[in-house]
Every structure is written in structure tokens, then in C-alpha cells.
């Protein structure tokens, strides 16, 4: 079982400064897998507790000179600690750019070790960044889990298989951190979050308790998938009342999140995500939130990366 790739910039800037820091959000521990095309972080695939997340890159996004071989159809999967591996990639960018001189300079190596630790009579598995200067090299060690048995990993690609599948109906939210506001404000209110989203482009988040009740509602919102027009005898009532009509009619779904694990998902702004899709899947199985990259500079989706989140649902909700 071998691994080894060295960190181009954009990889570096990628990790470092943008996925590493959200991803760290979501939760302490991630698996890390890795396979002849792609590398890809996952939150809570195997365990299904909590924010499902899944952050996927082509080798080419983060990596150069990307070789990796197993006796799993060269698949390799391990658990890492999100703040070590961050801590290790920052530390060793710092000793790059400040030592980093001659024909090697600034090439970061990352690349899977089994290394005896101090006091132990068993080698341990790490992934190691080499930063190799003009006269020597800094080794940074991060401790990883042993890898994933074949059965481990065959559990792990069904899981991200079954986790790609999209709801019929999306809708573009063009301001994360207006919605980071009112999640801010409603985190005082109450745990549980009712959130419907129609066909009309239409997105309505309430939080109830026996004293109060706090709602948002965001209309006409871009559609990705199946759509519909708004009956136009519906523009005079309430948000409440519209969203509970369009459920009876099938043109809606709602399920109710935990307001934690949906303040969770919108930090994954820290990512800079260029825009944003909230969705329920099928029977309300889940409230699915995918986050669109472009090409810098241009307005066509980067199919390079993708990130996007599953939130367990409380409540079954309808539709």
C-alpha cells in the first residue's frame, strides 16, 4: 500500500486557507480516501451521526506526480484529525516559503509512512509532508488510523455512491451569511428547525417553542431540477400559510434539522463557496446542501471540487 503526490499551490491554497478550516467545522475526525483519480475527505459516512459531508477533488486539483497503489484496486482509506493534518500542512508551507531555495524549492511532499513512534514496539501509520530546502528536510508527522480493511473501504465507496444522489428540486440561497444571521439569532430561540422548499423557488425556515415564533422566508430563488409556477391566488397570504398549501399540493417538501447541525453546514462558507443549493431528498430522507466552485475568474462551474453536506432529519416531515 503506497502513497505519494506533491502539493501544487492551488492544492496548497485549496487545503490550507479554504477546505481544511470548514471542513474542521464539521467535525474533529474525517476519513481521508484516496483512489487513482480522486481524493476526498468524508464526514460521518460510516457512522451516519450527524452532518454527513463530502468534499471531493481530482488528483489534478491538489496534487502533482500523484502515484498510489494498494491490492484494493489502488483505494486507500484512513481516519485523520482534521486539526492536525491542518496544523502540519500550515507549519510545513511556513518552513517552504521560509527556507525554501534552489532547484527544490517550495515542493511539498505528502505521502503515506509506517514509522516506529517513541516507546513502541509497533510501527504506527502517519501521512508526512517533506519539505526538502537547498541543504536539508523538515518532516511533519501526522498520525492517522490503521487503513481500511477491503470490506471497510467497499462500505465506504456505497456509502459515498448512495450519498451522491440529488434531490428533484434545488434552490439557489444567494446570501450564506444572511442566513448565518437568522440561524445566529434562532440558535437562542430553540433546537429544532422546520424548513420547507418548494418548486416555486421558495424557501421558508421557521423555529417554533409554546412562546414564540421566529420565521424567514426567501422567494423567487433560481431552480435547478423540477420546478413550478406559484398560483397566483396564493400572493396574499402568510409564508406559513403558502408553504402548507404547496405541501398539500405536492409542489413542496419539509422536514425538520437540529438548528446545530444546520448552523454546522453554513460553515462551510469558510470553503468560498461561489453559490449555494438547498434540496430534500426523495421522502425526506435528508436536507441536502451543495456548494458550487467556478473557474477563478469566470462564471463556469469548476468540476474539479465539489463539496456538499446531508443533514439528518428529525422529523419525517411531508411531501
Known amino acids: 500500500m503506497k502513497f505519494k503526490a506533491f502539493l501544487t499551490e492551488n492544492g496548497v ?34 457512522n451516519g451521526d450527524g452532518v454527513q459531508s463530502i468534499a471531493q477533488f481530482r488528483k489534478e486539483a491538489l496534487f502533482d506526480d500523484y502515484h498510489i497503489s494498494s491490492q484494493n484496486e489502488d483505494r486507500i482509506a484512513f481516519a485523520v484529525d482534521i486539526s492536525l493534518l ?9 518552513i517552504c516559503t521560509e527556507f525554501g531555495n534552489g532547484p527544490t524549492a517550495n515542493r511539498l511532499q505528502i505521502k503515506l509512512v509506517k514509522k516506529l513512534p517513541p516507546n513502541s514496539t509497533q510501527p504506527m ?9 537547498y541543504k536539508s528536510a523538515v518532516i511533519q508527522d501526522v498520525p492517522i488510523s490503521k ?12 456509502a459515498l455512491d448512495m450519498a451522491q444522489d440529488l434531490p428533484q428540486t434545488l434552490v439557489q440561497v444567494p446570501d450564506l451569511n444572511q442566513l448565518q444571521n437568522f440561524v445566529d439569532r434562532m440558535r437562542h430561540v430553540g433546537e429544532l428547525l422546520n424548513i420547507s422548499i418548494s418548486k416555486y423557488g421558495d424557501l421558508h425556515i421557521q423555529i417554533s417553542t409554546t412562546l414564540i415564533t421566529l420565521g424567514a422566508e426567501f422567494q423567487k430563488l433560481l431552480v435547478l431540477g423540477e ?9 396574499n397570504l402568510s409564508a406559513q400559510t403558502r408553504s402548507a398549501r404547496a405541501i398539500l399540493r405536492g409542489d413542496a417538501q419539509s422536514v425538520q434539522v437540529s438548528v446545530k447541525h444546520f448552523g454546522k453546514s453554513l460553515q462551510c462558507h469558510l470553503a468560498k463557496p461561489d453559490c449555494a443549493f438547498y434540496g430534500i431528498a426523495p421522502q425526506g430522507a435528508c436536507l441536502t446542501v451543495i456548494f458550487q466552485f467556478f473557474i477563478p475568474g469566470s462564471h463556469q462551474m469548476d468540476k474539479s471540487i465539489s463539496l456538499h453536506c446531508r443533514l439528518p432529519v428529525l422529523d419525517q416531515g411531508s411531501g
Do not use: W
Open 125 to 133: 501509520p502517519f501521512l508526512t509532508f517533506e519539505t526538502k530546502g
Open 227 to 235: 420546478r413550478a409556477d406559484a398560483p397566483s391566488e396564493d400572493g
Open 86 to 94: 491542518h496544523r502540519a500542512l500550515r507549519s510545513s508551507v511556513s
Open 147 to 158: 487503513p481500511l480493511s477491503r470490506a471497510q473501504v467497499l462500505e465506504l465507496q456505497t
Open 13 to 46: 491554497n485549496l487545503l490550507e486557507k479554504r477546505f481544511l478550516p470548514a471542513l474542521d467545522k464539521m467535525g474533529k475526525i474525517c476519513h481521508l480516501y484516496l483512489n487513482r483519480d480522486h481524493a476526498i475527505f468524508l464526514h460521518n459516512l460510516l
